[in-house]
């Protein structure tokens, strides 16, 4: 069965740079949700989107935004990255907002290392 | 603010055995409660999601239970073999909100 599809799967960056990351959720998932781990950490929720428009918002920084594209995808912007930033991003899909009633499914994470 | 414990932070068992993981919440008011799994430096894997009105769900070796009115879930593993080492997270979706707020994990490891 296809998953959430996430790329890159690491990234380099060095501070103040910029870094894009993208998500792909499952077929006929209408809802993205971003997260981020740092090490050793519980993931934190980020922002989500529900055909295409925000849903919730999280801790996410102003240095970062995100939008879901008609084709369901989503992307990740950050800029002015800090080393603070470094961890691993997740993408989550779902059918339905909030996950209220089918479980979200998570890929495989973008490792996201600021030197 | 919705905080969420998972006890033991660590767990350390011979194959075979019979095993518990708990998870509590402070605000009882939720929608759902899903188990994930996670291999180190990998994704987080659904394993079982419970509604707020549903008191268990079953998936093969797993279950988990719901005790909404007192916030608190359990995840039993059975007959654990070396290949459920892995964090399992627990984590809940509040009435008033959209996001899933994690537990810290419990870190099994199985030995053979």
């Known amino acids: 069965a296809a998953g959430v599809i996430q790329s890159p799967r690491h990234l380099i960056k060095e501070k103040r740079e910029t870094a894009t990351l993208k998500c792909y959720p499952i077929p006929r998932h209408d809802t993205v949700y971003w997260y981020q781990q740092g090490p050793g950490q519980d993931p934190q929720f980020l922002i989500s989107?529900?055909?295409?428009?925000q849903s919730d918002k999280g801790s996410i920084p102003d240095r970062f935004s995100a939008q879901q594209f008609s084709d369901y995808h989503s992307e990740l912007n950050m800029s002015s990255l800090e080393l603070g930033d470094s961890a691993l991003y997740f993408c989550?899909?779902?059918w339905g907002e909030g996950g209220y009633n089918s479980p979200l499914h998570f890929g495989n994470g973008t490792r996201l290392t600021v030197t | 603010k919705q905080e969420v414990t998972q006890i033991p932070a660590a767990l350390s068992v011979p194959e075979g055995e019979n095993l518990v993981l708990n998870c509590s919440f402070t605000d009882s008011a939720i929608y759902n409660l899903q188990w994930f799994r996670q291999d180190p430096g990998k994704g987080l894997t659904s394993l079982l999601l419970?509604?707020?009105?549903?008191r268990e769900q079953t998936s093969g070796r797993l279950n988990a239970s719901l005790d909404k009115s007192s916030g608190r879930s359990t995840l039993y593993i059975a007959a654990s073999q070396p290949g459920d080492s892995a964090t399992y997270l627990c984590?809940?979706?509040?009435?008033?909100?959209?996001?899933?707020?994690f537990g810290k994990g419990t870190t099994l490891s199985v030995s053979s």
């Open positions: 989107f529900y055909e295409k428009m």
């Open positions: 989550a899909s779902s």
């Open positions: 984590a809940v979706i509040n009435q008033a909100g959209t996001a899933l707020i």
């Open positions: 419970i509604q707020s009105s549903q």
